[in-house]
């Protein structure tokens, strides 16, 4: 049953019961009022007759001057009944000895076609007066009473209902949107907006709740394909540089085993690129691990690294391998961090390598460390050749590549870009990619100080 449905029913419900319970109080209420009256009638007629000398004839006179219609009539004791007034009822029968003997306390009520009410008066030799009123008014007043119970119940229940469901029409419009859209999210639609809405009942909180859920599954999902695709070409490419090297020690492999290199120069040769290719797959699978290392483990740092020293060497090792290169630095001095050492000097070092490995020997480089307002701000710029446009645009995701801008002639495993990446999000900083104003590539590294 849906929600809409199930209020008002509990609305019609509530309605009834309280209803029945008010009205049914108020005509109970109503009758004992009335009967009461009669019961004081016939009490007041009962006292005027008490002492008297001729009860019988003083109940049938005061019984004309009182305001409530009453019968008198006389019951000898095993006799015929006597009706003395105009009757107020239908005598069908006369009282039962315990009806007659209850009656002279309290008033009685006597069942049947015309029901009525009496008081008796025992005479001498257990004749009574019997003094009685009609019920039919009472029960006249008692049945309209129980229409109009009925009919405002009725009302009651209809504008009840109504007012339910012009309150919470907003909130079920509401949570029935909600139920669609959890519908369809339900059936893999990724795309589904759930609108916010103001206001502060628990479907407003509700909504701005799943709304905030829905959101950070789209990201999730998002992230998640993202990954999925990135690990993909990842698989790929490197399968395709452990392919290289493996193919070419499988075919010198092969040459030397059937001894057709019998020139001992050509051996060397051979051993030569045999032992290059070893090297380079182990260049490649010690990145692929120190990748896969970045990817999982959760960071607990508790050494503090001194940042500029460890520039300050990197730039130094450069001026010293390329003494042609003009390099212009501005470190600042005392800039710490808690982190990794190993992982730092792993960062920078790709970060200078690639300079030394993608550029001209004489290109010159640009190098500046700064710290303010808890950040730290590495930018490293080169005049070489730079990246394709591409690369720029698509920033951080071609981080998780292989570097296909560049050769792998100049050696390398070509995942530089994707280890230094690693290693700065791992830090809580990151990356970006520009052009330096010396026109090459550069590397804007900001860390947290």
């Keep these: 049953m849906k929600l809409r449905s199930r209020l008002s029913l509990a609305t019609a419900s509530i309605t009834i019961l309280v209803s029945l319970s008010i009205g049914a109080a108020s005509i109970i209420t109503s009758e004992r009022s009335e009967i009461d009256k009669l019961d004081s009638v016939m009490g007041t007629l009962l006292t005027q007759i008490l002492h008297s000398e001729n009860p ?67 005479l001498p030799d257990r004749e009574y007066i019997i003094i009685a009123t009609s019920l039919s008014d009472v029960q006249a007043t008692r049945s309209k009473n129980i229409q109009t119970l009925f009919g405002f119940i009725l009302v009651a229940v209809i504008l009840g209902v109504l007012l339910i469901l012009f309150f919470i029409r907003r909130d079920i419009s509401k949570i029935e949107l909600l139920v669609d859209s959890a519908t369809k999210i339900s ?21 701005v709740a799943l709304n905030k859920m829905v959101t950070s599954l789209q990201h999730a999902v998002s992230i998640e394909k993202e990954s999925a695709s990135r690990m993909q070409e990842f698989l790929g490419d490197a399968s395709h540089e452990l392919r290289t090297p493996l193919t070419v020690i499988k075919g010198y492999v092969e040459l030397l085993s059937k001894a057709q290199l019998v020139d001992p120069e050509q051996s060397a040769r051979a051993y030569s690129r045999l032992t290059s290719e070893i ?84 290109a010159p480089v640009e190098v500046s460390l700064t710290s303010s307002h808890g950040k730290i701000d590495l930018q490293i710029g080169d005049g070489g050749p730079g990246l394709p446009t591409r690369a720029y645009v698509e920033g951080r995701q071609h981080f998780q590549r292989f570097d296909k801008s560049r050769s792998r002639e100049t050696g390398g495993s070509g995942l530089g870009m994707s280890i230094m990446s690693g290693i700065i999000s791992e830090h809580g900083g990151s990356l970006e990619l520009g052009v330096s104003k010396l026109g090459g590539l550069l590397l804007e590294i900001t860390l947290p100080a």
């Excluded at 019988?56 to 409530?68: I, K, P, T, V």
């Excluded at 009453?70 to 069908?92: D, H, I, K, R, S």
């Excluded at 797959?281 to 020293?309: H, N, V, W």
């Design 56 to 122: 019988l004839g003083d109940a049938f006179y005061y019984s004309q001057e009182l305001s409530e219609p009453l019968a008198v009539a006389l019951l000898p004791e095993g006799g015929q009944l006597t009706l003395l007034t105009e009757p107020v009822g239908t005598f069908e029968q006369p009282p039962s000895p315990t009806a007659l003997e209850q009656a002279r306390v309290r008033g009685i009520d006597i069942n049947g076609k015309a029901p009525y009410r009496i008081r008796t008066f025992q």
């Design 187 to 207: 059936e893999g639609d990724s795309l589904v907006e759930i609108q916010s809405t103001s206001g502060d009942s628990e479907v407003d909180r509700l909504t």
């Design 279 to 362: 090297e380079r797959m182990e260049f490649l699978i010690r990145d692929l691990l120190l990748l896969a290392e970045l990817g999982q483990k959760t960071p607990e740092f508790s050494e503090e690294i001194d940042l500029s020293e460890l520039v300050n060497t990197q730039v130094n090792d450069l001026k010293t391998l390329d003494p042609m290169r003009k390099i212009e630095s501005m470190i600042s001095g005392d800039i710490y961090l808690n982190g990794s050492n190993l992982h730092l000097q792993q960062m920078l070092a790709n970060a200078f390598g690639n300079i030394r490995r993608h550029t001209p020997s004489d």
